[in-house]
């Protein structure tokens, strides 16, 4: 079975945040009373974590009250032989501080308060987090980001591309803050008109993306970075937005959100002007045909000769355009969470416009795509277009629709996407490992080295996928599909290095008929030697000078070769000719 290693899984959205005890030396003050014991039901500690329970004993005084970390008191009470608190308030150095029979207060005890997102059950799904965490987290360090210097500025990101950033970042919120660099980098390099780069490309291949890219200027070097824009997405501009939604609630930090509403509404303004991603006949996103949300686009005739790498470049005049719902739903739900973060800072004005530009995406796209059981993965702007790739188009089942499902979309739309993927599942090709797929079934031709069928993007299983199938059933009334999606994909990775992959094989297609042999006799088109033995009819050994690189030892007449019969031509009975060759000299 083929697999490609995976680097994001956006599993961690399908987990419940629970906290850990990480231990840390606190320093010992001079006016803490070391005889006082902080204990809880088993042990002394300097550490908790939020919601234990801890007890002291042996001081005398009136009273204690419990400050967190921001100095803000979370427990008062009465002083006893025993006295017991639930640790809450700000993570940090706590302190317990009574007052003493003359109204005198002092600090008697210090503990450190520290939580770290984790599952530990003793057991299987101790084991199932930690593999999903290492998936995630790159560096393995905890913080799962690498650097990036740019115009004299140190930043963190989990990966350099919009996309790849975000979607780690649904996991890695749990434990980094490092996803909001990203945004940081990709505001302050926002095109003009609004359009966010895809990824930061370092200086190889600078001259590569410089020359595709300058008609359209979709690659451009600022700073001591190139950053490119790949011609055929049309998702970094809602996926900016999604970042600076999910970064915000993850960390509450409402300057930093406002500092960048400016450049969200740029981006998703700039969607809907510009005529490469904007369908005027349709009113929806567009894009050049792909498979889902990927960057190469269909090779056939209908894709226009506009350059090197024709099938990873688009020209707004030439090029057929169509719908990937998968662009819409997620463009609708940056509409919705621009809004929100609008609304929150007093501009309900411009809240509404993007609220309302939301719903009435949704609308157009149902009444396009939605087909009763999921979104119709593609369709063509000119309806002259019918495209020979092979499968029923209308039949396939795009890995969006599983992003989908935490996507705005109704409930009913929901249960339907989530029935179909059990329908899948249990109809399964011989040898998939999960109905999980980037598209099924696959593409039997159009997308040139992209096109192996049941590998990769095309009817590949993405080991990307079950985390936002899990989510969505999780949260529409199928727990126990949401339990069994992630304990499959569990069981997939133990299987296979104990990690999860990128792709797998989809299915395993049965073996060829043993094919059978006949030889063809090719002394008269033959035109080389086996060697450099010399015949000035016969052209000189492949060019070549390198003595011994030939095949002067090659036995003639009939022989067997891996089982085959070959009949090969004896050069000195045939005017010193036995091979044809072919070049494109």
Same mark, same amino acid.
């Given at each position: 079975?083929?697999?490609?290693?995976?680097?994001?899984?956006?599993?961690?959205?399908?987990?419940?945040?629970?906290?850990?005890?990480?231990?840390?030396?606190?320093?010992?003050?001079?006016?803490?009373?070391?005889?006082?014991?902080?204990?809880?039901?088993?042990?002394?500690?300097?550490?908790?974590?939020?919601?234990?329970?801890?007890?002291?004993?042996?001081?005398?005084?009136?009273?204690?009250?419990?400050?967190?970390?921001?100095?803000?008191?979370?427990?008062?009470?009465?002083?006893?032989?025993?006295?017991?608190?639930? %640790?809450?308030?700000?993570?940090?150095?706590?302190?317990?501080?009574?007052?003493?029979?003359?109204?005198?207060?002092?600090?008697?005890?210090?503990?450190?308060?520290?939580?770290?997102?984790?599952?530990?059950?003793?057991?299987?799904?101790?084991?199932?987090?930690?593999?999903?965490?290492?998936?995630?987290?790159?560096?393995?360090?905890?913080?799962?980001?690498?650097?990036?210097?740019?115009?004299?500025?140190?930043?963190?990101?989990? *990966?350099?591309? %919009?996309?790849?950033?975000?979607?780690?970042?649904?996991?890695?919120?749990?434990?980094?803050?490092?996803?909001?660099?990203?945004?940081?980098?990709?505001?302050?390099?926002?095109?003009?008109?609004?359009?966010?780069?895809?990824?930061?490309?370092?200086?190889?291949?600078?001259?590569?993306?410089?020359?595709?890219?300058?008609?359209?200027?979709?690659?451009?070097?600022?700073?001591?970075?190139?950053?490119?824009?790949?011609?055929?997405?049309?998702?970094?501009?809602?996926?900016? *937005?999604?970042?600076?939604?999910?970064?915000?609630?993850?960390?509450?930090?409402?300057?930093?959100?406002?500092?960048?509403?400016?450049?969200?509404?740029?981006?998703?303004?700039?969607?809907?002007?510009?005529?490469?991603?904007?369908?005027?006949?349709?009113?929806?996103?567009?894009?050049?045909?792909?498979?889902?949300?990927?960057?190469?686009?269909?090779?056939?005739?209908?894709?226009?000769?506009?350059?090197?790498?024709?099938?990873?470049?688009?020209?707004?005049?030439?090029?057929?355009?169509?719908?990937?719902?998968?662009?819409?739903?997620?463009?609708?739900?940056?509409?919705?969470?621009?809004?929100?973060?609008?609304?929150?800072?007093?501009?309900?004005?411009?809240?509404?416009?993007?609220?309302?530009?939301?719903?009435?995406?949704?609308?157009?796209?149902?009444?396009?795509?939605?087909?009763?059981?999921?979104?119709?993965?593609?369709?063509?702007?000119?309806?002259?277009?019918?495209?020979?790739?092979?499968?029923?188009?209308?039949?396939?089942?795009?890995?969006?629709?599983?992003?989908?499902?935490?996507?705005?979309?109704?409930?009913?739309?929901?249960?339907?996407?989530?029935?179909?993927?059990?329908?899948?599942?249990?109809?399964?090709?011989?040898?998939?490992?999960?109905?999980?797929?980037?598209?099924?079934?696959?593409?039997?031709?159009?997308?040139?080295?992209?096109?192996?069928?049941?590998?990769?993007?095309?009817?590949?299983?993405?080991?990307?996928?079950?985390?936002?199938?899990?989510?969505?059933?999780?949260?529409?009334?199928?727990?126990?599909?949401?339990?069994?999606?992630?304990?499959?994909?569990?069981?997939?990775?133990?299987?296979?290095?104990?990690?999860?992959?990128?792709?797998?094989?989809?299915?395993?297609?049965?073996?060829?008929?043993?094919?059978?042999?006949?030889?063809?006799?090719?002394?008269?088109?033959?035109?080389?030697?086996?060697?450099?033995?010399?015949?000035?009819?016969?052209?000189?050994?492949?060019?070549?000078?390198?003595?011994?690189?030939?095949?002067?030892?090659?036995?003639?007449?009939?022989?067997?070769?891996?089982?085959?019969?070959?009949?090969?031509?004896?050069?000195?009975?045939?005017?010193?000719?036995?091979?044809?060759?072919?070049?494109?000299?």
């Amino acid at each position: 079975m083929k697999k490609y290693l995976l680097i994001i899984i956006p599993i961690f959205t399908c987990f419940l945040s629970v906290s850990q005890l990480k231990s840390q030396p606190v320093s010992v003050e001079e006016n803490r009373i070391s005889a006082v014991q902080l204990f809880n039901s088993t042990n002394s500690i300097t550490t908790a974590k939020p919601l234990d329970q801890l007890n002291f004993s042996g001081i005398a005084g009136k009273s204690f009250q419990v400050l967190d970390a921001s100095g803000k008191v979370y427990t008062t009470a009465t002083l006893k032989p025993l006295n017991t608190f639930t %640790v809450a308030g700000a993570l940090g150095k706590h302190s317990i501080m009574i007052t003493d029979t003359k109204g005198k207060k002092k600090t008697i005890k210090t503990f450190t308060v520290n939580a770290v997102t984790t599952i530990d059950d003793g057991g299987y799904y101790k084991q199932m987090f930690d593999m999903y965490y290492k998936g995630m987290n790159r560096d393995g360090d905890g913080e799962g980001a690498f650097p990036i210097k740019w115009n004299g500025n140190q930043y963190h990101v989990f *990966v350099p591309w %919009v996309l790849d950033n975000y979607h780690t970042m649904k996991g890695m919120q749990y434990f980094s803050p490092a996803g909001k660099d990203l945004v940081d980098i990709m505001r302050q390099a926002q095109r003009d008109d609004g359009m966010i780069y895809s990824f930061i490309q370092y200086q190889r291949n600078a001259d590569y993306f410089l020359t595709r890219d300058k008609k359209y200027g979709y690659t451009k070097i600022i700073g001591d970075k190139i950053f490119v824009r790949q011609p055929t997405e049309n998702h970094p501009e809602y996926l900016f *937005v999604n970042t600076i939604y999910d970064c915000w609630k993850a960390a509450a930090n409402d300057e930093w959100m406002k500092q960048n509403l400016s450049a969200a509404s740029k981006a998703l303004n700039y969607t809907i002007n510009d005529p490469a991603r904007w369908s005027n006949r349709f009113q929806l996103l567009k894009r050049v045909y792909t498979i889902d949300s990927w960057d190469f686009g269909v090779e056939d005739e209908y894709t226009p000769d506009i350059g090197m790498s024709s099938g990873m470049i688009i020209d707004k005049d030439k090029s057929k355009f169509g719908v990937f719902f998968g662009d819409n739903t997620g463009y609708v739900t940056a509409c919705y969470q621009l809004a929100e973060m609008l609304d929150y800072s007093g501009d309900t004005l411009a809240a509404i416009i993007y609220r309302k530009r939301g719903d009435d995406i949704k609308e157009r796209l149902n009444k396009l795509a939605w087909n009763g059981k999921f979104f119709t993965h593609f369709i063509d702007e000119d309806s002259t277009v019918i495209r020979k790739l092979g499968v029923d188009e209308k039949s396939q089942i795009a890995q969006s629709n599983a992003y989908s499902l935490n996507r705005n979309i109704s409930a009913n739309q929901s249960k339907a996407i989530i029935e179909t993927y059990l329908n899948l599942k249990n109809n399964l090709p011989v040898g998939s490992p999960g109905e999980w797929y980037a598209i099924y079934p696959p593409f039997q031709k159009g997308f040139g080295s992209h096109q192996e069928i049941w590998q990769y993007m095309n009817g590949g299983v993405g080991g990307h996928v079950p985390g936002e199938l899990a989510r969505g059933a999780f949260e529409n009334g199928y727990e126990k599909y949401g339990v069994d999606i992630l304990n499959r994909l569990f069981e997939l990775g133990k299987k296979y290095d104990n990690k999860v992959y990128f792709a797998y094989t989809g299915a395993v297609l049965p073996p060829p008929a043993k094919p059978t042999y006949k030889s063809l006799n090719i002394a008269a088109l033959a035109n080389m030697d086996f060697w450099d033995k010399g015949s000035t009819e016969s052209k000189p050994w492949m060019f070549t000078e390198k003595s011994g690189d030939d095949l002067r030892n090659l036995p003639t007449g009939n022989q067997q070769f891996a089982g085959i019969s070959f009949n090969i031509i004896d050069p000195e009975k045939n005017s010193r000719k036995a091979v044809l060759a072919v070049a494109n000299r």
